[in-house]
Structures are given as C-alpha cells and as structure tokens.
C-alpha cells in the first residue's frame, strides 16, 4: 500500500497488555507544574530497564483541576497493578511531593486502586492530617513551602504498551523530521504517551541477546550499519536512518488512532517505507495491523 | 413521580416525623403514605391530618409549608431525595447516612445532628448545634456535608469527627467547640471561642477573628487543600470569591489544650 507515495507494509504491531494510571499534577503555576511531571516521567522509557513507562498526556487548563490550578497530566504503565502502585509511590514521592507548590491527585475512575498518599503520608512524621472530601481521601504532608497535598489510592486499570512505528528514510534529517511531525500529530490524542526521548526511540530492541545477562538487545534486522553483516536485514539498500516510536495508552482505540496519524504524518519525501514492529504475534496480545488502520477496518 | 406532602393543618405543638424519609415511602401511593403514623405531641397521629399528599413515592418528596414545628424530617435517612419548599423545624436529617435534603427556606437547631453521610443543603439561615453531638454525645458529624446558605447558630460542628460544614454567612459563637476532625468553613464571621477544645481538624473563616489565647500563630501562607474544599464548596453554589481560593490564610495552631494539633485557618485581610 502506498500513502503519498511511501510504502507502507502489509504486517501488524504486536502490542502488550499492561496496567496504567493517570495522574494529575497541580502546580502554582504550569512551570512548575511542568518541572514535576518532566521529572516523574524522566527515565521513564522502557520497563525493561526503568521498571515502568511514563510520559506527559496532556497540560490541563485551571477550569478542570480540583484546586483551580494549572495542571499536568501523566500516564505511567508498568507489568501489574502492584508495579503501578510501586512506581507511583517513588516517582511520585521523588519527583512530585519535592518540586514546589505541588498537588498531585488520581486521574483515573477505576474499581481497582493502588495505595500513593497513605503511604507517601508517613513522611509527615507525624504531622500529617487527612481530608475526605465528596468521597476521596487527601494527604496534607507539611512541607518548607506550606503543604504536599496528594490523594490517598490511585486508580490503575489494564492497559496497553508496545504500540509503534518504524519509519525507514533515506538519510537521517528526512527520516527525523518524519518522526516529528508523526509525534506532534499522535500527540494530539489524549490517553496515549510517546514515552522515549520527545517521543522517539533509535535503538530499537529485539527480544533476548547472545549476551545470557540480557533480555532484549539491538534490533540488528533495521540496523543500516549492519545491513552487510547480518542475516535478518529487513532494510532495502537505499535505507540510511530508522526511527521508531512506541505508543503506550489506556485503551486499545487511542493507540490505533495514534498510529493512523502517526502514518498520515510520517508519509512524506524522504521516508521510503514504514512498518512497525513484532515477534511474529508469539507475545503480544494485540496485533495493531497498518493496512488495518488506514482502511478503517 | 415525586411525592408532594402539602401542609394543611399547621401543628401548635411539635409533630415528631421521623416517617418522612424518602425510603418510608418508595413504592408508596397517596392514600398510604397519609396513613403513617407520626407522633403529635403526646398523641399519635397520622401523616394525612397535617399534609395533603400527592403522587407517587418513587425516591423523592417534596414537603410545601411552614414546617417550623414538624421534628426530626428525614432522621435516620440512607438514599433518596428530600426537598422542602419551606422553613423546617429542629432534627432535620439527624444521624442520616445517606441521600440528600435541600431545604428552600431556614432550618431549626440541631440540623443534621449526629450525621454519618448524604448531605444537606439550606439556602437561609439554621439554628444552632448545626451539625452537632446531641447534648451529652462525643462525636458529632462522622461523615458527609451539610452546606447552609445563610448564618448559623452557636456550637456549628460541636464534637464533629468527619466531613464538611460550610456556612455561607456568618457562626455563632463556639464553632467547631471540640472538634475531632473534619473541616468546618465559615465564609463570614466567626463568634467566640472557635475551636475551644479542639483535638484535630480545620476551622476556616474568610474574616478576621479573635481567638482563644490557647491558639498560636504559625505562618500565613496559600494552604493547596483549602483551594480544594473552596473549588468543591464554588461547585456547590456558595460564593467563593477569587480572594478566598487563591488568598493567603493565616495559620492559627490548637487548642493548646489538646496538644495543638488542629487548625483554624484565618483569610488575610
């Protein structure tokens, strides 16, 4: 299939099944704001090494925080709900209750939640006090700049990681900006993060390496440099740069959407091909095929 | 369709009628619903002499009239809805647990004494001991909201352990007396002697007050949680300014008396 003259592959992206949360983060103001969730989602890309996956979902106007103040969105996805529940307490506990003027409170409606505040509460020492109000429970921490302000259970619900793209492109800066203009236009759906570096990811991953302590390692099949070398290239000889980018969302229907635009944006001079990864559909629960996407089925 | 109870007789002396409660009368038609035995006085008597009744009990009722000597409306109430176009005697929804009572008109002492969930919602004036213990109880409130338009009486959230009471005007004098937890918001003025033995919790007013020497001052700053119970209270209908949410509030630590672990929170003038 073709889409403005760029090849697009007849296979499917195997995505996985994970658990997520939203979490909303108040702020002084949207610097502020900002800073705490760059930090909560900082070292956030992969669970393979970082343990969870995160990324900024949206800023949110003042109108629709429960402080009326600016606020933050983050999505953060990990292996269980119990892993959620883990990530959240440190990274909200690191990265959130120590940046100024913040509050920070569960996005997610769900039966099943994880404990954050009644355990983050403790670093009061004591000094610490609750407030339930309309049904949900806040933690007031005192801290030097007045008071950590952060909601006692998240809401965590099964979700999905592992969507993506690959865009093959000739050199590097049409195959870049190809991804750009994929990731500003992917970001435009609310309920999916890109969570690699400004959405994009160079090192993409096989499963398992000749290296035993390792679990996944170079993708050598879309490696340009290795194209001589390796058995797996899947890479025409015009293809000089390879780019991917991994969607994580909270439902199966953003991630399609996500990608449909990511393809629509990605589809222009410079880029030959695009395709999107997968393991033969032996692991993941969900097989997000292209053709699929782009004719509506 | 709502059931409608208009009042026809107004009583001379106290009509007990606790039988008011949405979930006494669910299923209930008109002829059954006056049949209710209430407590008139010292004599028993029955829904139907005092109201003309209407409609249907499907969750809702509504009660039309002067009911300022009608006890103890909605007493014990777990679900439904309560509307009274009206003034409203002492007891209104005391120990209810669930529902809600709005209440167009002013409404006696002891409003929601004893409450453990719902809320309730009157748009003039209540009594005192709103949201209270009953005389010779420790805890008051355990849970849900009670939100008066207008002002209140003396002892506002006497004992309260739980919850929200947010008084659009002004507070008698002993709010929040003994308080155990909770939050008792006070967009006019306090009286004397706010939070006298208070263990835990926040008293919170938008004015200036005088308080007990056993209160200290800690700082005056933005507390984040108080725009969150004042966005909360916005939503309601009472009239929280862009002054209250975003002003800073002096920090006033007590009672001394119980270790000073409670609050009363003070908008900088």
């Not at chain 1, 920070?104 to 505040?117: I, K, Q, R």
């Not at chain 1, 990681?161 to 970001?187: C, F, H, K, Q, S």
């Not at chain 2, 409130?141 to 209140?152: P, T």
């Not at chain 2, 919790?201 to 725009?227: E, H, K, N, Q």
């Amino acid at each position: 299939m073709l889409l403005n003259g760029v090849a697009v592959e007849d296979t499917f992206a195997e995505a996985f099944a994970m658990w997520g949360a939203r979490v909303l983060i108040t702020a002084e103001n949207e610097k502020w704001g900002m800073a705490a969730a760059r930090a909560m989602t900082g070292f956030a890309t992969s669970v393979i090494g970082c343990k969870c996956e995160a990324g900024i979902e949206s800023a949110v106007p003042a109108a629709q925080t429960p402080d009326s103040r600016p606020g933050v969105a983050v999505l953060l996805f990990g292996t269980s709900a119990e892993s959620v529940g883990k990530r959240l307490v440190e990274r909200i506990g690191q990265c959130v209750m120590t940046c100024p003027t913040t509050a920070c409170y569960n996005a997610l409606a769900s039966d099943t939640t994880v404990p954050v505040g009644s355990l983050l509460r403790y670093f009061g020492d004591g000094f610490q006090a609750a407030k339930l109000l309309d049904g949900r429970r806040f933690w007031r921490v005192p801290a030097m700049d007045g008071e950590f302000v952060v909601e006692e259970r998240f809401g965590v619900q099964p979700a999905i990681g592992g969507g993506n793209l690959l865009i093959l492109g000739e050199d590097t800066a049409p195959t870049l900006a190809a991804a750009e203009a994929a990731v500003e236009a992917m970001r435009s759906v609310p309920g999916v993060i890109l969570p690699f570096p400004d959405g994009v990811v160079r090192c993409g991953s096989k499963v398992g390496s000749r290296y035993k302590a390792l679990v996944a390692s170079t993708n050598d099949a879309y490696c340009p440099t290795l194209r001589a070398v390796t058995g797996a290239t899947q890479l025409a000889d015009e293809i000089g740069c390879v780019l991917e980018i991994v969607i994580d969302g909270l439902e199966l229907g953003p991630i399609e959407e996500a990608m449909r635009r990511g393809m629509k944006a990605a589809a222009r001079p410079g880029v030959r091909q695009i395709t999107a990864g997968n393991y033969g559909g032996r692991l993941g629960q969900y097989k997000i095929a292209l053709h699929g996407l782009l004719n509506g089925t | 369709m709502s059931l409608t109870l208009t009042m026809k007789n107004t009583p001379e002396v106290p009509l007990e009628a606790d039988a008011i409660c949405p979930e006494r009368f669910e299923g209930l038609g008109a002829a059954q619903a006056a049949a209710i035995a209430v407590l008139y006085g010292n004599r028993r008597a029955q829904l139907g002499d005092f109201f003309g009744i209407e409609g249907q009990g499907d969750g809702e009722i509504r009660l039309v009239g002067d009911c300022r000597r009608v006890k103890r409306i909605g007493a014990g109430m777990t679900r439904g809805r309560l509307v009274i176009d009206g003034d409203v005697g002492m007891h209104l929804g005391a120990g209810m647990s669930g529902g809600t009572i709005v209440v167009k008109g002013n409404a006696g002492d002891l409003l929601g004494v004893e409450m453990l969930g719902g809320a309730i919602e009157v748009t003039g004036n209540a009594g005192h001991l709103v949201g209270s213990a009953i005389r010779g109880g420790a805890v008051g409130v355990r849970g849900g909201e009670i939100i008066v338009h207008g002002n209140v009486g003396n002892e506002t959230g006497s004992g309260m352990r739980r919850g929200l009471i947010a008084v659009g005007g002004n507070a008698g004098d002993f709010t929040g007396v003994n308080l155990l937890a909770g939050t008792v918001v006070v967009l006019g003025e306090l009286g004397w002697r706010s939070g006298a033995g208070m263990k835990r919790g926040s008293i919170v007013s938008a004015r200036s007050a005088d308080l007990l020497p056993t209160f200290s001052y800690a700082c005056t700053y933005r507390p984040v949680m108080l725009r969150l119970v004042l966005a909360h209270l916005r939503q309601r209908g009472l009239p929280v300014t862009e002054a209250h949410l975003s002003g800073r509030y002096g920090r006033w630590s007590g009672d001394a008396v119980e270790m000073n672990r409670g609050e009363i929170l003070l908008l900088e003038q």
